[in-house]
T-cell receptor, first 112, second 114 residues
Framework: SQQGEEDPQALSIQEGENATMNCSYKTSINNLQWYRQNSGRGLVHLIL?????REKHSGRLRVTLDTSKKSSSLLITASRAADTASYFCATADNQAGTALIFGKGTTLSVSS | NAGVMQNPRHLVRRRGQEARLRCSPM?????VYWYRQLPEEGLKFMVYLQKENIIDESGMPKERFSAEFPKEGPSILRIQQVVRGDSAAYFCASSARDRAGEQYFGPGTRLTVT
């Protein structure tokens, strides 16, 4: 079955720097979504990018999608300590489209 | 404008007891999904339900686990005769559409089996 795999597993940066996380998946998708999870909390939906889109912006977030390489990237610009969290990509396949398939996530630490 | 609600937030059960986890979807959403997150892992899909119907339970363990979404009231995930391996965070999500729809997650129920 398809699976989103995030890279790197962990990332440590200073406030103000940019953070880039990558996600790869295995099969065709309808869309790809990015979520954030603060330690011990629920998931917060960040952004959804559809398979016919290549790039999407939301505030300090920029997501790209390359369906030929089956990969996506999440860029957080001018990071803040409050961005410290785990970030997951999730895909919904073409056929069922009912279940999101999550990767193991990238743990981002932003120090002030 | 309440989001997805789950209760309890924390649940402690002894081995062999039953665990009942509840989920109320966002207003206007009729599709509910349950996911399980083991420590240091991503979320794994368990089951997808609409009112009074189980649509996809391909991620549910074959024994001891069941889910329902009655016409009235919240969705329930029930785990009978819990074992230590059931200790995890259980998240519920809801959507207004089923196919590739945007899913909104609740805060989760953290189940600890002692």
């Amino acid at each position: 079955s398809q699976q989103g795999e995030e890279d790197p597993q962990a990332l440590s940066i200073q406030e103000g720097e940019n953070a880039t996380m990558n996600c790869s998946y295995k099969t065709s998708i309808n869309n790809l979504q990015w979520y954030r999870q603060n330690s011990g909390r629920g998931l917060v939906h960040l952004i959804l990018i559809r398979s016919n889109e290549r790039e999407k912006h939301s505030g300090r977030l920029r997501v790209t999608l390359d369906t030929s390489k089956k990969s996506s990237s999440l860029l957080i610009t001018a990071s803040r300590a409050a961005d410290t969290a785990s970030y997951f990509c999730a895909t919904a396949d073409n056929q069922a489209g009912t279940a999101l398939i999550f990767g193991k996530g990238t743990t981002l630490s932003v120090s002030s | 404008n309440a989001g997805v609600m789950q209760n309890p937030r924390h649940l402690v059960r002894r081995r062999g007891q039953e665990a009942r986890l509840r989920c109320s979807p966002m207003k206007g959403h009729s599709h509910v999904y349950w996911y399980r997150q083991l420590p240091e892992e991503g979320l794994k899909f368990m089951v997808y339900l609409q009112k009074e119907n189980i649509i996809d339970e391909s991620g549910m363990p074959k024994e001891r686990f069941s889910a329902e979404f009655p016409k009235e009231g919240p969705s329930i995930l029930r785990i009978q005769q819990v074992v230590r391996g059931d200790s995890a965070a259980y998240f519920c999500a809801s959507s207004a559409r089923d196919r590739a729809g945007e899913q909104y997650f609740g805060p989760g129920t953290r189940l600890t089996v002692t």
